[in-house]
């Protein structure tokens, strides 16, 4: 069962998190966020997807993140354990989002209201997080699914600016808050047999794995425990997906993340 976490248990949530950190250091991250309000077409260039990504993320709000911790092993602290951080700076009715986005979201249980009301502030959450989650001791290992922006978006919220202007300063800042720890599983499951080549979604991805999804869809903590038994099921099958050749690699940026990574 996903801990949702509102203004009045932040401040607890976070300690607990933290006091798991040393033992469950990988962590899994998904975000919701109202859609895409710049479409990018399909065969764009890196640049122009960072454009239209910087616009959306810069434009747009944050309404949930989900975060699963988990051992190398895959364990979870206990059975179904994920944190889903509710945000209240999204205003349906004054904000830029997109409207099929939102209409998806509600079906999946959002409750738009109550996140305005008892939802957390982002900043208030970004000192958290940054001090706590990013900025901690502990080594870890980020892993996302298609994580492009679930990534910008945490940096803008950790960060309290929008994305910077070019591509190569994003992947800059991206190493400086992640390290050398970012995977990004659609990416890896490219160079996985039998996993269509790295063009798979979350949920036919976990099907071609024989795996069974925990929770709703389009919950952010839901997504995040999916992301965590995709993970330890490739690693199970495929053993070197940790590899140098796949860490800090997000799909969609892939040329121009090797290149940063080649410059450091």
């Not at 932040?10 to 109202?34: C, H, K, M, N, W």
């Not at 640049?47 to 239209?52: G, H, I, L, M």
């Not at 747009?60 to 509710?86: A, E, H, S, V, Y």
């Not at 349906?92 to 209409?103: L, N, Y």
Request: charge should be negative; include cysteine.
């Amino acid at each position: 069962m996903a801990i949702n976490v509102w203004k009045d248990n932040l401040v607890e949530q976070v300690d607990v998190i933290l006091r798991l950190r040393g033992s469950f250091p990988y962590v899994a991250i998904d975000t919701e966020f109202p859609g895409f309000i710049r479409s990018t077409p399909r065969h764009a260039s890196e640049e122009e997807r960072y454009d239209d990504m910087k616009y959306n993320v810069d434009h747009m709000q944050l309404i949930q993140l989900g975060l699963t911790l988990f051992d190398k092993d895959g364990n979870t602290p206990w059975p179904g354990c994920c944190w889903q951080f509710n945000f209240s700076d999204f205003d349906p009715d004054t904000d830029a989002c997109s409207e099929d986005s939102i209409e998806l979201l509600l079906h999946s249980g959002h409750n738009l209201q109550k996140n305005q009301r008892d939802g957390v502030d982002a900043y208030r959450c970004s000192y958290l997080l940054c001090v706590k989650l990013f900025r901690h001791p502990y080594k870890s290992k980020y892993i996302t699914f298609h994580g492009l922006y679930d990534v910008a978006f945490l940096i803008k919220m950790i960060t309290r600016a929008p994305l910077p202007n070019t591509l190569n300063e994003f992947l800059v800042l991206t190493r400086s808050v992640f390290g050398d720890d970012l995977y990004d599983i659609k990416y890896i499951s490219r160079f996985c047999e039998g996993l269509h080549e790295g063009k798979a979604g979350l949920l036919t991805l976990s099907k071609l794995l024989e795996l069974e999804p925990v929770g709703i869809r389009h919950q952010a903590a839901y997504d995040s425990l999916l992301i965590r038994a995709i993970f330890n099921k490739m690693k199970q099958l495929w053993f070197d997906i940790e590899g140098e050749r796949f860490v800090s690699i997000l799909y969609g940026l892939e040329n121009n993340c090797m290149k940063s990574k080649k410059r450091v």
